[in-house]
């Protein structure tokens, strides 16, 4: 069962800090290869995905970019199906975005969603 983050935390926020510190660590224990794969994304996906998380439309994506809405909504399905090939299905925009900053693929900065910061995973 996959639970977002807002619902972990919710649930950490009720237990005693006992059962907090066994969470934490136990999931320092596991180590990163333990924790689900990210996929790896091309810089014209991660692009993509950082305009089109900024609310643009995929035609001003495309405009931006010098390609067509086609190929945005091409890249965006790629995305959405390297993560379907973790066990991770992403059908809303939220959930998208959600995801990708959980990841380490994006960060949400004062002036909206950024590329990733030190946690970027970007394969060209």
Request: aromatic share 4%; net charge positive.
């Amino acid at each position: 069962m996959e639970m977002s983050v807002g619902t972990v935390l919710e649930w950490l926020r009720v237990q005693p800090p006992q059962v907090v510190e066994a969470v934490v660590a136990s999931a320092r224990e596991m180590g990163p290869q333990a924790r689900r794969p990210v996929p790896r994304l091309s810089d014209r996906e991660l692009t993509a995905l950082v305009w089109w998380l900024r609310s643009m439309t995929k035609a001003s994506v495309a405009r931006r970019m010098g390609v067509s809405p086609h190929t945005v909504d091409m890249y965006i399905k790629r995305i959405r199906a390297k993560y379907a090939e973790t066990g991770c299905l992403l059908p809303t925009k939220a959930d998208l975005l959600a995801r990708a900053v959980e990841d380490g693929l994006i960060e949400l900065g004062g002036t909206g969603v950024l590329p990733g910061g030190p946690g970027t995973r970007v394969n060209g």
